[in-house]
C-alpha cells in the first residue's frame, strides 16, 4: 500500500458502517447486478471466490444464479461480515472469512472471481490482481466493478475549491490504468466500460451524511494529511448546494463506475 495506515482506516469506516451501508447503497446494487450480468451462463462454475464482499449485495444474486456452487466470500471488515451473515440465507456450500483479498489463499483454485465495487480501495490495484490470478487456473474468469476516477467529482472540486491546500492523498483509479494492470497480471480482458450513475439528494448535507453512513469517507482518497475544520465542512456544503443544486432541492451527486469482465491467460501468454 502506498499509504501504511490506509487499509486501516478503509477497514474501520467500512466495520462502522456496516448496519447502514444497504440503505444508501442504490448504486451499488445496481452494479452488483451489472456485475452478474457479465458472468458466464454456462459452463456453470463449481467453485467462486467473492473478493471484498461487503453486506452480501452480490454474494445472494450469486447463490440465486448458481445454486449448486460452492462461494467463498471475504472481506476485511469484519462487521461487514456479520451483516452479510445475517442478510443471506446459511448454505453448507457458502463460505464467510474475515480476510484480505490481496493476501487471501485457499486448496483448490477457483472457476470464477467476482468483485463489486471494492478493488479501488486497493492501492496500487496489481496487488490485488496478481493474487485473484493465483487463485484461478488457466481460462477462470475474472468479473467485477469498481469506483473510477470521476466518482464523487462534485464534491472533489468543491473540496479544492474551498481547501485547495488539503486535497486528498490520493484519486480513484481511471480505467485504463485498470486494464493495463489486469493485463500486467496474466488477464486477457473480455469486456469494460465506464458508466457515469448519478444520484440525487435532498442538499449537501444530506449526501455527505449519507456517504459517511456507506464507510466512504475513510482512506486516501478521502481524507487529506489534515482534516477539514468544522468551518471548511460548513462552506462545503454551502457551495456544494449552490453549485449542484439540480432544482429547488435535490444535489447531483456522480458515480463512475467500471465494469470489467476478463480471463485469466496460461502463463506462457501472460
Not at 248 to 270: H, Q
Request: aromatic share 8%.
Amino acid at each position: 500500500m502506498t499509504d501504511p495506515a490506509h487499509p486501516h482506516t478503509v477497514c474501520r469506516r467500512f466495520s462502522a458502517a456496516a448496519q447502514t451501508y444497504e440503505t444508501h447503497a442504490a448504486v451499488q446494487t445496481l452494479a452488483a447486478e451489472q456485475v452478474l450480468a457479465l458472468c458466464p451462463e454456462t459452463p456453470t462454475p463449481r467453485r467462486i471466490f467473492e473478493a471484498g464482499c461487503g453486506t452480501g449485495l452480490l454474494t445472494r444474486h450469486l447463490l440465486r444464479k448458481y445454486p449448486a456452487a460452492e462461494l467463498v466470500a471475504v472481506d476485511v471488515a469484519e462487521n461487514m461480515i456479520r451483516q452479510a451473515r445475517h442478510l443471506t440465507p446459511a448454505r453448507p456450500d457458502l463460505h464467510w472469512h474475515v480476510a484480505d483479498a490481496t493476501t487471501f489463499r485457499d486448496a483448490a483454485p477457483f472457476d470464477l472471481i467476482v468483485s463489486n465495487c471494492s478493488a479501488h480501495w486497493v492501492d496500487p490495484i496489481g496487488l490485488l490482481f496478481a493474487n485473484l490470478a493465483a487463485l484461478l487456473p488457466p481460462g477462470g474468469g475474472l468479473a467485477f466493478s469498481l469506483m473510477l476516477h470521476d466518482t464523487f467529482c462534485e464534491l472533489h472540486d468543491t473540496r479544492l475549491k474551498i481547501a485547495p491546500h488539503k486535497p486528498p492523498t490520493a484519486r480513484l483509479p481511471r480505467l485504463d490504468d485498470v486494464l493495463e494492470s489486469l493485463r500486467n497480471s496474466g488477464f486477457q480482458i473480455r469486456q469494460a466500460q465506464a458508466a457515469r450513475h448519478l444520484q440525487y439528494f435532498p442538499g449537501a448535507v444530506a449526501f455527505l451524511r449519507g456517504i459517511h453512513e456507506m464507510g466512504l469517507t475513510g482512506g486516501a482518497v478521502s481524507q487529506a494529511k489534515t482534516p477539514l475544520t468544522r468551518q471548511e465542512l460548513e462552506q462545503l456544503a454551502t457551495e456544494y448546494d449552490r453549485a449542484f443544486k439540480t432544482n429547488e432541492s435535490d444535489v447531483v451527486a456522480t458515480y463512475e463506475v467500471g465494469y470489467v469482465s476478463a480471463v485469466r491467460l496460461s502463463p506462457s501468454f501472460s
